[in-house]
């Protein structure tokens, strides 16, 4: 038996919190012990997940001392972080022979390690810690989601990342979704329904902006209505995004607030096409809808194709404005059996290349061969990013 800690500061609902607990019972059902260590975590993460012990910090998650001490009292254990701040703060808290590994789950999130608005400073931190970077990716101390993160990383760093090694976020996929009856109600439904699910959060998400102009500009066929589930810092926006739609768009729309993952589940059965990123594109395309993966970092819906023709991008880099409106038009003259296939196709390709088996089977992997890499950098950027948010922060 291993024992594994996953470290994440808010587990509330998101594609990253998911990803954490379908892996932590994938390890549990495997005779592992699983601690996800938090400040906070919803109830409806842990209803999720109720065999999965949680260590939840609270006020004291800042406190190096007691996560020090809490980290240490495993004598031997993997760790997992998700964010670069959160590795470099482990590897300075740890004992050595723990393992320890930073999992980007973001195209971006290797790049955001040594990146700064100010291109000085940028340039400066590059340089700083490149070539630990590469290292760690060489040791496997470091891996990624995808194909997709590779490319980023090395635009930005201007170095091979071949020595990356991906592990695909994982996915559930049941082998009687075929046989549902609410999948064989889909391919017989006349209703048609756009299904996005994302927090307000932007630009980040701010396709969820575009999704609601499309909708008003008319790119989005009239019998075409539209769920969004959201929550978030910017709901506010996306609320007056919608109050801008006349009265007859206006009820063409359904906007639900934080929903338990056990509900969503009807929603993409209800649901014609999934328009989003990340791990809810997995999710849709498990459950067989027709998927659409969109730009991150903009309030435009910036798309060009369908999940099941392009598999190795959860999210992309460039799109079209008018593209929704295309794709739809594809879907609407497809014939049934080509609906069918290509929901099937959704559904294969999920099992195949992200299917949670695989997923974990990498993940021990990659801690039963990986080398522990010790750098002194990592620990001068713990430094002096704590001193930085002591600066503006105060804590």
Known sequence: METYIFYYENMNMGGCQLLIMNMAKELISRGNKVIVFCKYIDDIIIDHSPNVSVNAFDKNWKKDSIVKESIRSFQNVNIVTFIWDDYCRLYSLKNYNQKLIFYAVHCDMVKFAAYSNNS????VRKAFLGVTIKKLAENKNLVVMDEQTIVHSEAYYGFSFNDAYIIHIPVNVSDAIVDSIEFQNRLKRKE?????IARADF???GYLLGLINALKNEII?????????SYGKDLNLLIDALNSLDES???RVLLLGETPYSDLKELFFSATIYVGMGTTILDASKYGVVSIPVVAYTNDLLCNHFFHDNTEWVAIDNGSSDKIGELIFHYENMSFDERKEAILNCINVVKNSYGIDNSINRLEEVFNNMKIYKDNRIKISYFFRKIKRLLIRGN
């Open 221 to 229: 066929p009239p019998e075409y209505s539209l769920t969004i589930v």
């Open 120 to 123: 000085i400073l940028r340039n």
């Open 192 to 196: 048609r329904n756009i299904l996005a």
């Open 249 to 251: 768009q206006k009820n």
């Open 203 to 205: 630009p980040f998400k």
